[in-house]
């Protein structure tokens, strides 16, 4: 079983509230393996649309270990809930024996190897994103839409 990102898969979940991260090659997948989608922040109660949020003075690891923040552009705190969601993410992959996690690249929930730079500027940084490095932590594979 795989998880994939519910955005990846045309659904209105991302921060913009709009289908643009859909993945024609995330659909192709859908049609001959069994995909279990999540959304990392429908899990954790955010909104869609929601503002954007990116991680600020660190990665998704350091967000884990109490080391960063993630801020909305508003500059809103929302790593509990980013963190509640990546253990609601974690909890479905192990209820269902997921082995394989593929992320939206570049997000702060589910960006795998580069992440956006907590600038808001588009600029990117290598790290992990918050769900990325907690699936990563307890054994399951991560690769991103762009890897697919």
């Not at 990546?86 to 909890?91: E, G, R, S, Y």
Request: hydrophobic share 40%; aromatic share 4%; charged share 20%.
């Amino acid at each position: 079983m795989k998880l994939i990102s519910m955005c990846l898969l045309g659904k209105i979940c991302n921060w913009r509230g709009d289908d643009r991260y859909k993945s024609l090659a995330a659909l192709r997948l859908a049609e001959h393996e069994q995909l279990l989608s999540v959304c990392p922040e429908q899990l954790a109660q955010m909104l869609t649309p929601r503002p954007q949020m990116e991680i600020v003075g660190g990665t998704g690891q350091d967000v884990l270990d109490s080391k960063a923040r993630v801020m909305t552009i508003d500059g809103v705190d929302v790593t509990a809930s980013l963190i509640a969601g990546a253990k609601a993410a974690l909890k479905q992959a192990r209820d269902n024996k997921a082995t394989v996690f593929i992320g939206k690249a570049r997000s702060p929930s589910c960006g795998r190897g580069m992440i956006y730079d907590g600038t808001f500027s588009g600029k990117t940084t290598p790290g992990d994103g918050v769900t990325s490095a907690l699936l990563k932590r307890h054994g399951i594979s991560v690769i991103t839409n762009d890897q697919l």
